[in-house]
């Protein structure tokens, strides 16, 4: 498999890499899959499967949990585990080249994409090779996101 790479990959591609990853999983790229899929690529956030629904073309609840997980499974999409109850979903980022982290509101449970400049990623990534090797371990990559208070909520809390 290659290595993360930072441009970003057209949709056709996108599309024959997740067929591969499927077919690995002894699993076919259905129509239903695909529709996840595309709709997964135009969201700018992790979505809940209800975001989901209401956003496609009468996939039923049951068969986007059940086709979500085999995504999951399959390495296509990656579960954003916040502190509510929802699970949210996005595409693995080897699929998309996009690198990103995640803001999470406690308050009101928002989740968004969160792009840092190549210069802090490079010093953040710097700094943990450097405490992972301390620890014998080898880093492929990182996922971070920041818990806290987005600027709705906070200025709800300062209003009142
Ligand atoms: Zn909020
Ligand atoms: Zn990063």
């Known amino acids: 498999m290659s290595s993360m790479s930072s441009t970003s990959v057209d949709a056709s591609d996108l599309h024959a890499n997740v067929a591969l990853r499927l077919r690995d999983d002894d699993q076919r ?5 695909r529709e ?3 709709l997964l ?10 975001e989901v629904l209401e956003r496609s073309d009468g996939l039923t609840q049951s068969s986007a949990y059940r086709n979500l997980n085999l995504l999951e499974r399959a390495g296509v999409v990656l579960r954003v585990v916040t502190d509510d109850e929802f699970g949210r979903f996005e595409l693995a980022e080897d699929l998309t080249g996009h690198h990103h ?9 928002l989740v968004e994409d969160f792009s840092v400049p190549d210069s802090i990623e490079d010093a953040v990534d710097a700094a943990l090779h450097r405490v992972a090797s301390r620890a014998g371990f080898s880093v492929d ?17 300062t209003a009142s």
Do not use: K, N, W
């Not at 790229?29 to 899959?33: D, K, L, Q």
């Not at 690529?41 to 209800?50: E, K, M, Q």
């Not at 982290?101 to 449970?109: D, E, F, M, N, R």
């Not at 990559?141 to 809390?157: E, F, K, Q, V, Y």
């Open 36 to 38: 996840l899929v595309d």
């Open 141 to 157: 990559h990182h996922r971070m996101d920041l818990i806290g208070t987005c600027p709705a909520c906070r200025s709800r809390s």
């Open 101 to 109: 982290h995640h803001l999470i509101c406690t308050s009101c449970g």
């Open 41 to 50: 690529v135009g969201a700018d956030r992790p979505l809940t499967v209800a």
């Open 29 to 33: 790229y259905t129509s239903g899959r």
